[in-house]
């Protein structure tokens, strides 16, 4: 078994952006740049913006946050995110979600230009990604696909399960794993909440991709000797023995089926990293389009 | 075996729609109106657009086709797009394919307003269909799912298994079949060419559809027994008994699966009626979302 390491390959990448920006920066261009609004105090919200921010200095680019408070109108909010449409200056940025419940998340998204939006959450990006056209992937199957390429792990003829149907991880996972190109070429079958005999079905996986939210799901029975096996959940789980009280756990459970597989991810350590370095290569691409036009 | 007769189905719908538009005639308000753009004079283009101008007339909507020469340029052909687009009459207006090589398809299609662009087949309205957000979905994959509902075929929970995975039928199928909705919920495999082992993976399928142009490819022993057979391909094989000396034939080996299957479209007048139909509701859909606005 060979674990994929996403926390080592997503340093490794960090590394290649950041020194692509400072030869962006020794030629005299300006570095690209991402902005995060943040509206309200909900507290992993913020954590993870944090975490883009400081993403973002490490590799160069300029960041920005905007905290916005919780009780702006949508219209104000749509407001900000017309301006930043409008400028030149900012090559991507997000909304972090979830937003107060008095907005309306669908419209906000839409309303972010479709060339900014570095989430690829955009129906126009989420069609592209589906018609194989140059657009935006969202960060976690964009960074799956990274880590899959640079392990060079063959996926042609594959039969990739895709365990969740979620906007932004299932669905186009079994997209991207499906299409004509290297990753892809998988026969892929979809699975959700309503499959029937999905152990069985998991069970015949040459790719296993686990994106349900259910820690510890994915038992030694689920998998095919010599597997790949990505796993995308993040729960906490209690574990006295621990100082803090917790552990994190993915879907999968490491341990049993770590014996069985040929390629793993690690949780913490896998996906994770790869969802963070993905918004920078999707900034990174950004620029550069905006740079072309 | 119970015949899926699409022909039939397709012409109870179109008296629905023919019924719908009667009634907003008589309180005094227009008819749907749907365009359908011509370059060149490709000869079976002739034919699909003369069949869509002949439904609508069926239907009691406004059409009309717009025939452009061979020659213009993509810039002239962008400029009827865009005064399309304007045209507050026409609620939704088609570009046939292909267009003359010296035209980027993609960059046309992308120019038509999603909330015209009747055939689905514009990124905005693709990702729309992937997030299950309200749209217009490809004419062939929507008269499908409409077909499979007007006979209560339960869909849930069931393996589907879709050959091909083209932009306008294979790719949109499986997301159709596979979101929460009913029709829907099903388990869905996507093949294609790569696909290793086609033949065992379509004998497990409760619902196979067919959609990767080859006559008569699926053969009995590539079907379960009680299975929902559903033939998207359309091809002129010869025949000399005929006075034409050819005749139709789907992607389904129909005389043989026949025996076997729970139900089955025939070929002609399964899918091919419904998919002329789904452009007409797609019409329709669109005149009352511009009326709501």
């Not at 060079?152 to 895709?162: A, F, P």
């Not at 029975?221 to 995308?232: H, L, Q, R, T």
Request: net charge negative.
């Amino acid at each position: 078994m060979q674990l994929l390491n996403g926390k080592a390959l997503a340093g490794t990448i960090r590394n290649e952006i950041r020194e692509e920006v400072g030869q962006l920066i020794s030629k005299g261009q300006r570095p690209p740049k991402l902005v995060a609004v943040l509206v309200g105090s909900d507290g992993p919200s913020q954590t993870y913006v944090g975490a883009k921010e400081k993403d973002c200095t490490e590799v160069g680019f300029d960041s920005e946050v905007l905290h916005l408070s919780e009780d702006i109108s949508e219209a104000e909010l749509l407001n900000t995110v017309e301006q930043l449409n409008e400028d030149a200056g900012v090559d991507g940025f997000i909304v972090q979600l979830p937003l107060p419940s008095h907005m309306n998340d669908q419209r906000i998204l839409e309303a972010i230009r479709a060339d900014k939006d570095v989430d690829g959450f955009h129906p126009e990006n989420v069609g592209k990604m589906a018609l194989g056209l140059q657009g935006f992937v969202p960060a976690t199957p964009a960074g799956i696909v990274e880590l899959l390429k640079r392990h060079q792990i063959d996926t042609e003829g594959k039969l990739c399960v895709v365990i969740g149907r979620s906007s932004i991880v299932g669905m186009p996972m079994a997209l991207l794993m499906g299409k004509n190109a290297q990753p892809g070429n998988c026969t892929v079958v979809q699975t959700h909440s309503r499959t029937k005999d999905l152990k069985g079905i998991c069970a015949q996986a040459d790719i296993l991709i686990a994106a349900l939210g259910r820690p510890r799901f994915v038992g030694e029975e689920m998998v095919k000797e010599g597997a790949v096996v990505i796993d995308v959940g993040i729960s906490r789980i209690e574990d006295p023995a621990r100082k803090s009280g917790f552990r994190l756990v993915g879907d999968v459970d490491f341990e049993a089926v770590a014996q069985k597989c040929s390629y793993i991810t690690p949780v913490p350590g896998g996906v994770g990293p790869m969802t963070r370095t993905a918004l920078l290569q999707n900034t990174l691409q950004a620029y550069y389009r905006h740079q072309e036009k």
